[in-house]
Each structure stands twice: as C-alpha cells, then as structure tokens.
C-alpha cells in the first residue's frame, strides 16, 4: 500500500467551475495521466486551475477501471489578474511555433495570435496543437490561466479593427525602432500591449508604413544581431515583462 | 550560365586570417554547402568572418570537383567588441542544450560555461555539438564572433576561482532576488559579467549560502512563473542586454 501524498506540484487544468465540496471527473487523458504515468492512488492530491476560480488542491479518487474523479479539499492561491500583453507573431516552422506558444505561456502571454503578412509562408496553423501546447506550459509554469489562441489573421484586417486602446510594440528587424530601455525603462507601458513580431522574411515597405501609421504604436529594436522569429518573440516578452509587466 | 550573385547573406566563420588580398581553402563541408545545397558558382560571393578580423567579403572559386576556395575581394565591417556577458548553466536535456546555445548566441553570449550543480541530472555534455551549434548561429545572426564553449565545472570550483571583477547575476527561482528592472533598470551594469540559471531540481541551500556569500553577485528574480530552464535563460540574456548591453 502506497501512502498518500499531499503535492501540489502536479497540476491540471480543467474545463470545470473549482469551489468548496466541488468533485470533477477527469477526463480520461487527465485519468490516465494520473493514474498511469504519474502512479497516483486514493488520497494523492493534486492542484486544479480553470483561469477564473484560482489555484485548489484535490484529492484523485479512482472510479472503476480507468477513470479518476477530482475531490476538491480547498483553495491555495486565489485567481490573480495577467499582464494583458498579447503576442502577434507571423506563423513559422511547426517547431518554433511550438517553442513560442511553450515560452509565450511561461512568459505570461494572455493572447497567441497568429498574423498573415506578405511574407509569411506557412499559412497553415493547427490551432488544437496550439492550445494543447498552452495548457501543457500553462500547468508547468504554476499560470492560473491558459493564453487565448486566435485564428489567423490576414495583419491588414488585425490592423483595420485594431482597438484604440492597446498599445502596440512593433519589433522591427531593420532597426527603425527605439532602445527597448530608452523606451520602457523611463516610463513603462502600462494598460493593454500587445508585441508584433514579424516574419523571417521581414515585413515589406507598405507594411511598415501601415503599422507605423497606427495610433500608439512604438518601435523597438532587439539589438545588433539578427534574430529568429522565436529567439525575437521570447526576448521580447521577457524584456516587456522585466519592465512593464508583473516581474516589477 | 547562372549570373554571379554578389550577396553577404550567406556566412561563414573561418579558422584564418582575413585580409586584403587572402585566398581561403573552403572546408570540405563548406564546400560542399556553398556548391551543391546553395548551389553558388564562380564569382558568388559569401561574408567571412574568424572572430578577430571583422567581416570581409570574398568570391567563391570552385576548386576541383568538389573544392572551392574564397577569394577575398573587401572588407564589409569591422571587428566589433561584444559585450562580456557569461551564460553558466546546468546541463538540461539535449534538445534543451541545443536551445539554450543557439539563442544565447543569437543574442551575443560570450562564453557557455556548463555548470554542475548537486542537482544537475545531466552530467555528459558534448562539447563538440555545441561549438558546431555555436558557429551555426554566429553565422546565421551576423555575428562576427563566435563563444567560447568551456567544460563542465562543478559549480564549487567554479566559484573558488571567480574572478573579482565579473560581476554575477543570480536567477533565483525562488525569488529571493529583486526585480531586474529595479536592479538594472536604475544603474545599468556595466564591465564584464555573468548570468547563473539553475538546474531543473533549482540550487540546494548550501549552494544558495556560497552563491550569496560570492563578491559581486546580484540576485534577481524572473517574475511569478516557473519557467523551464532554457526559457530563463534566454529572458535573462535578453533583459540584460536590453538594460546594460548592446540593445542600449
């Protein structure tokens, strides 16, 4: 017989409202995971998240052959507010769309939102690989919330319907923009932002001229070197976080 | 007859001395990549760059059925001073490695320093990937250097011989360290220094208590979230060179 162990390290998100005397059936991915791989038993606990109710810790309790139900015992962290920082990135190789979703989500990404632009390639996304690769870094990461995943958008209609409110951060390769610090390190952006990565190819002259026409956008630089859409992506949000956002 | 195509977009890093007037022996790797993947012919040219001499162009000579050799025809940039930023990090998994040294070149990392700590799982590290890693993302990010990659220290014998004057930034998951912009957003570093990541299972107590005791360390945290340890990485390296590097 296994004793019981109370962790909270492993942690699930569920689709679910979390309360006082709430039980939840795990799905069976969750139960297998549970059960199978993680080798849980009757009384092991786990903690549970649905991007509102907070942080709860549960107690796995084994129904039938393969499934799992999920006693709640009580709340550990109540819900806190994100950064609402979105990133629009131009979509690239499966793998480095996977590594940005993975590093945007730990780095604290309220919105993956893929743009079309002149020179993106790959103009295929698989959204449900994008949002099951959010929850998996969502659950590691200890997030309360898993980051919204956006359809592809051609970036001429993102900008048409861009809300006056939500400052953008226009990263631009060809070195137009501002010191990031120069930028954020006086004053730090505060409200809504959202970070605008472009694609390896760059974006073309009429684009630039279109992004630089929108109300609150602010160029930046990344330094000398050039970098990968990804590299750039995850640098980005880290500086903007180190900044303006919740690593102050 | 294809026409020459004079382009500084393909590099290489050299072993050689660079100057006005030098003939280089491609490797037969290099030869092999500029002739039949790049499919370059005579009178192409490529950028060249060996770390000390800045970047020179030069014309690709086929040589033999399968030789080429670069001709040097200017030079297009000057040697430039990187900034004297260490990465010392506790090996990870392979992929993980392969991830950490491309981005910390890609973002101007001057040495790669494996550091075992008494939590470090990983303990073989092939030396010779990541050097190869190295100059592939030197080349790609135009940079006119490529880092250094030192052997695995245990991290005890690494802090016994630190040097006074490199200065230590300490990634403390668990954030016992102030903001990094509190810390360098107000008085950027400057001079040469390090950055410390943890290894997955993050550092013992004792490792703590030497790390803290260590003449010039900072310790800084990197927000609420757990990140995984190439993903700290990569936003420690890009927050430093925003705020005291070569993005200033």
Redesign the interface.
């Known amino acids: 017989m296994t004793r019981a162990q109370e962790r909270d390290d492993i942690r699930l998100h569920v689709e679910t409202a979390l309360g006082d005397g709430a039980s939840i059936e795990a799905t069976p991915q969750q139960a297998h995971y549970l059960r199978n791989v993680m080798r849980l038993g009757e009384g092991d606990t786990v903690a549970l998240f649905n991007g509102a109710d907070g942080e709860w810790l549960a107690s796995v309790v084994p129904d039938g052959r393969r499934g799992a139900r999920l006693q709640i015992l009580r709340q550990t962290r109540p819900q806190e507010a994100d950064s609402d920082l979105w990133l629009l990135f131009a979509p690239v190789k499966r793998n480095a769309i996977d590594?940005i979703v993975?590093?945007a989500t730990?780095?604290?990404i309220a919105k993956l939102q893929p743009v079309l632009t002149e020179n993106t390639d790959v103009t295929r996304v698989n959204l449900d690989r994008m949002h099951v690769t959010a929850i998996e870094a969502a659950e590691?990461?200890?997030?309360l919330t898993v980051p919204e995943v956006g359809a592809p958008l051609p970036l001429a209609s993102l900008l048409d319907r861009w809300s006056a409110d939500r400052r953008l951060m226009f990263c631009d390769e060809i070195r137009t923009g501002a010191?990031?610090?120069?930028t954020f390190?006086v004053e730090?952006g505060t409200g809504p932002w959202a970070i605008l990565i472009g694609p390896e190819g760059g974006f073309t002259e009429g684009e630039r001229r279109r992004i630089a026409d929108l109300d609150g956008v602010v160029p930046v630089?990344?330094?000398?070197?050039?970098?990968?859409a990804e590299?750039a992506a995850?640098?980005?949000?880290?500086?903007w976080?180190?900044?303006c956002?919740?690593?102050?």
């Open positions: 590594f993975q590093k730990e780095l604290g590691q990461s200890r997030r010191p990031m610090a120069s390190g730090p630089h990344l330094g000398p070197r050039i970098l990968r590299t995850v640098a980005a949000i880290a500086c976080q180190a900044m956002g919740d690593w102050r």
